[in-house]
């Protein structure tokens, strides 16, 4: 069976992350995987030799000249895949699922589209009406939540919708790694994670005998530096950038802190839990109360509370067996979010 996976980039990020390892795991299977990218970059992540990758270079240009390079780009589109005839085309994001709703049209191939960004991520009311439009013309829709299928049925009034929730993607996590007081915290330098609330409870904690590290880049960078300066908390808390070994930090950090503040499905919280780390995080909308249940195997507390979420982080450091137990709790994920698992899901929804 041949299959088309759609998307806008492949650097870093969760979505292309997603992608590349549905690529991975379908070619390993047996299928024929073409990905399809929108504009030109190297792939952050690893991508089988089985794996086809075509770029379709679409360019930033503004104005009518972007409405041409878009116009180019969707007829680009259909052409490659027309080209390969695949059984299904499966595309992520709100832009990139219009565009490939609009390239699959007549075609006999079923397109399905995923929604990844969080609900509450503003859109203009041009992306609204277009995905409320086209939306209905896809063959199905994949939601990473129960409440964010909700609220695509109801701004689409599409039937047919299903969850299927991020896999927990192979991470390299040496056990035998001695634990370090570290607290951890990966995601983009964005307003949506959060990482100034982060940067304030590590302030409030104020205990040097355990590093703060945040891995990851972003448009806040700066700003997040000058407000670390600003705390003179330098010698706290660490800003690390883009880490291609996730798993070795996670294999020696002892508390992972999650505090965004808008996601959908979060996949560094799913690794952190994944890989044993006993978590604490903001109960956003949707996300993360999918995966703690307080008290259980994390804490969730309020989004923005700084003083709850410093207090349970603290609560953690002085309590081994807590983490234990935590730590025991939250790696029983690694089966309910298998990437066999989500795979042979999504494989079903997108081929029946």
Known sequence: MKIVLVTPLLDLGGGQRYITSLANR????????????LRKGKSFYPINSEVVVTELNLTGEGGIKKAFSALRTLLKLRKKIQSINPFFVLSILSSTNILT????????????VEDVMSPLRPRSKVENQCRKFFYKKADGIIALTDIAKGIIQDETGCKNIITIPNPVFDLKINESIKKEKIVLNVGRLNCAKGQKYFIEACKKINRPDWKFVILGDGELRKELEQQINNLDIHNLVTLNGVEKDVGKWLSKST???????????????????????????????TGPSELIEDGENGFLVPVGDVDQFSKKIVQLMNDENLRNKFSIKAKEIQQKFSIDKISNEILEFCSY
């Open 26 to 37: 379908w070619s390993s299977q047996g299928y024929v995987v073409n990905i399809i990218v």
């Open 255 to 285: 508390i992972f802190a999650f505090p965004s503040v808008s996601e959908c499905f979060p996949i560094a919280l799913l690794e952190g839990m994944a890989a044993g780390l006993p978590c604490v995080s903001f109960d956003c909308l």
């Open 101 to 112: 709703i609009l390239a699959t049209r007549y075609l006999k191939t079923r397109v399905i």
